[in-house]
């Protein structure tokens, strides 16, 4: 008897030792956990949307018994995936107007336009998208076509960049535009004395600030489609470059209503009324939602030749692109914001935009610490200019994709010499030791394995050219994922929260059936979730859709 009450007291003793029942144990996976040492593990356990544990198999079933099982059968799991620059509100509303992505000539937007308007019959057509480098004729456009199609609708079609836009003359009479308006930061092109249609930055403002104002249900709706799209690949966090206190509002609302699942790192755009606000009320922090960042825009694109540059543009004499603010102006918004709580990420794609922000970055926090401002884009940068990223106060944010948008063309825009220091990913790294890497969609598609692909490969998904471009900036698999992860929630001041699979992070992790860090570089465009968790919860599911 004396043996049996002892064997019973074993017994009870290692069952004891067990945790108390969890919701989710995942065996029998290959989990990158991207730590420090980018180690693996077999098992993750998940409770209350936060990772409790990783490690082998065998001993997480050993200590823990959970609610649900997941038995991944060799499967591979990762961090959820961070897009460090988008317009996730912006793709949302981008379904709602009319697509010209992909247009191969000035008749197919036309087209686009016209068979947009027979179905919805708007009262003012807005549309994105086009480009005139995809075109044979890759002269810009006139908005001689729309004047005729329709004389009292106001039409607006932007850029895929952003940055440049043709407006028929019904836009632009409600818009107030004529001869005589002033275009600075930008311009409004005029030929034999007549307007062509055609604003490059700055002055597309004056057409956007009388677009109909989206209802409260638009909004949802534009959010909740955004949502629809960038789970399926795997995108558990999003950061939106530049929104409005209204869609701010409505993000916080959806997301606290549990309809919006997404985590949202938000940059509030650059206006009095959102710096007056924003600034004084200070960084607002929910378990989804970070609103701690000012989006600035220092210039143009290169496509439409606004990104402001040192020396003239190399296919258009003279022309050297234009800052969209004065430097004064620039360095007094960043002097607010360096007196705020809030990081100021800042729009920069030309040399001399580069140059501006830098030394406006370096001088304001040459005595502070820890500040993580932004450089979006860091496009085309001065090899003389590389040194004023680091880790602690000024770090690149960049977009793979945009390096194989453009390299049909970009040698064209700024000649064989300022390429060497165009799309620089490795001299950026090298230099910060951190990369924050993003879409920029829906100037690029939302895909972030195409992101991956880009920043590996520097090539097309068709194999072009043979050895990448300018290859010497490729980055490897290892560095790329820490972008889409760990850097990316770096450069949001959210590294102890998310980015890793680590215990105490958030569980945003993804599920798939082959290995992203061994496949050949040829397959990763192609690449496929299984299921995308946030908070430990299933948001995503391949089998389901």
Same mark, same amino acid.
């Given at each position: 008897m004396k043996r049996f009450l002892l064997l019973i007291t074993a017994i009870t003793l290692i069952a004891c030792e067990k945790q108390p029942t969890t919701d989710l144990l995942i065996t029998n996976a290959t989990i990158y956990t991207v730590d420090n040492e980018f180690t693996t593990a077999e098992a993750m356990v998940v409770n209350d949307g936060k990772i409790i544990a990783t490690g082998t198999t065998t001993e997480l079933l050993e200590k823990y018994t959970a609610l649900e099982t997941i038995d991944a059968s060799g $499967?591979?799991?990762? =961090? !959820?995936?961070?897009?460090?620059?988008?317009?996730?509100?912006?793709?949302?509303?981008?379904?709602?107007?009319?697509?010209?992505?992909?247009?191969?000539?000035?008749?197919?937007?036309?087209?686009? @336009?016209?068979?947009?308007?027979?179905?919805n019959n708007r009262k003012f057509i807005i549309g994105r998208g086009w480009d005139q480098n995809d075109w044979e004729n890759k002269e810009f456009p006139t908005n001689e076509e729309f004047n005729k199609?329709?004389?009292?609708?106001?039409?607006?079609?932007?850029?895929?960049?952003?940055?440049?836009?043709? %407006?028929?003359?019904?836009?632009?009479?409600?818009? !107030?535009?004529?001869? +005589?308006? =002033? +275009?600075? !930061?930008?311009?409004?092109i005029i030929k034999e004395g007549k307007l062509t249609g055609l604003l490059v930055d700055n002055p597309m403002e004056l057409v956007e600030a009388v677009y109909p104002k989206p209802s409260r249900q638009d909004m949802i709706d534009a959010l909740l489609l955004a949502q629809q799209e960038n789970v399926k690949y795997g995108l558990t966090t999003v950061d939106d470059a530049g929104l409005h206190r209204d869609v701010i509002e409505v993000i916080d609302s959806l997301q606290q209503a549990g309809d919006l699942k997404m985590k949202m790192y938000v940059m509030i755009s650059n206006t009095p009324e959102n710096l007056d606000y924003?600034?004084?009320?200070?960084?607002? $922090?929910?378990?989804?939602?970070? @609103?701690? +960042? @000012?989006?600035?825009?220092?210039?143009?694109?290169?496509?439409?030749? !606004? %990104?402001?540059?040192?020396?003239?543009?190399?296919? $258009?004499?003279?022309?050297y692109g234009a800052l969209l603010s004065p430097i004064e102006k620039i360095k007094e918004t960043a002097a607010r914001i360096a007196a705020s709580d809030y990081q100021m990420n800042t729009h920069a794609i030309g040399d001399s935009a580069n140059y501006v922000v830098l030394k406006t970055y370096e001088e304001l926090l040459r005595d502070k610490t820890d500040q993580r401002w932004r450089i979006e884009h860091a496009q085309v940068v001065s090899p003389d200019d590389f040194q004023y990223f680091n880790a602690g106060n000024i770090l690149p944010s960049v977009q793979p994709t945009h390096a194989t948008s453009d390299m049909y063309w970009a040698q064209d825009r700024v000649g064989p010499d300022r390429i060497k220091g165009a799309y620089a990913y490795k001299t950026l790294l090298n230099q910060s030791g951190i990369l924050a890497l993003g879409t920029d969609y829906p100037v690029e598609q939302v895909n972030p394995f195409l992101t991956f692909y880009a920043a590996v490969a520097r090539q097309d998904v068709s194999g072009y050219p043979e050895n990448g471009f300018l290859p010497e900036q490729s980055l490897t698999r290892e560095e790329t994922l820490r972008g889409m992860t760990i850097w990316a929630a770096y450069s949001n001041f959210e590294e102890e929260e998310k980015g890793s699979l680590e215990a105490g992070k958030a569980a945003d992790f993804i599920i798939t059936s082959k290995d992203l860090m061994t496949i050949p570089i040829t397959e990763i465009p192609d690449f496929k979730v299984?299921?995308?968790?946030?908070?430990?919860?299933? @948001?995503y599911s391949a089998a389901n859709n």
């Open positions: $499967k591979f799991i990762y =961090p !959820g995936l961070i897009d460090a620059h988008c317009h996730f509100f912006g793709l949302g509303q981008q379904a709602q107007r009319v697509d010209l992505v992909g247009t191969s000539s000035y008749d197919e937007v036309i087209q686009r @336009v016209i068979d947009f308007q027979k179905e199609l329709f004389p009292d609708i106001p039409v607006a079609l932007t850029r895929i960049d952003g940055h440049a836009m043709i %407006a028929n003359q019904a836009a632009l009479d409600v818009a !107030g535009i004529d001869a +005589s308006t =002033p +275009s600075d !930061g930008g311009a409004i924003y600034l004084d009320k200070g960084i607002i $922090k929910t378990d989804r939602l970070n @609103v701690r +960042s @000012v989006k600035f825009y220092a210039d143009g694109a290169l496509g439409s030749r !606004g %990104a402001a540059l040192k020396e003239p543009y190399h296919d $258009k004499h003279n022309h299984d299921a995308t968790y946030i908070n430990g919860e299933l @948001v």
